[in-house]
């Protein structure tokens, strides 16, 4: 449903308990949704695997311009 949405600009996915699995469906989504702008995932367990495939879809998503991945498990490294 992300994938094809037009009024959805804002999501807020804090402490939803979303894991790997759960964040690499997200950046998925991320290469085909074309309003999202704000995608807060802050306090998620999604680790480095899923972060650094969230780094590739952006590079084919030109709308979002924040994504909080405050204590999510991520290394500074991982989304270089």
Same mark, same amino acid.
């Given at each position: 449903a992300?994938?094809v ?5 804002n +999501?807020?996915?804090?402490l #939803?308990?979303?894991t790997?699995?759960?964040? @690499?469906? &997200? /950046?998925?989504v !991320?290469?085909? %949704? $074309?309003t999202l702008?704000? +995608?807060?995932l802050?306090? #998620?367990r999604i680790?480095?695997?899923?972060? @650094?495939m &969230? /780094?590739?879809? !952006?590079?084919? %998503? $030109?709308?979002?311009t924040? +994504?909080?991945?405050?204590k999510?498990?991520?290394?500074s490294a991982a989304?270089n």
């Amino acid at each position: 449903a992300l994938q094809v949405n037009t009024t959805l600009q804002n +999501l807020q996915l804090e402490l #939803n308990q979303i894991t790997e699995r759960g964040g @690499q469906a &997200l /950046a998925g989504v !991320l290469q085909q %949704n $074309s309003t999202l702008a704000t +995608l807060n995932l802050r306090k #998620n367990r999604i680790g480095d695997t899923a972060a @650094q495939m &969230l /780094a590739s879809a !952006l590079r084919h %998503n $030109s709308t979002l311009t924040s +994504l909080n991945l405050y204590k999510t498990g991520v290394e500074s490294a991982a989304v270089n």
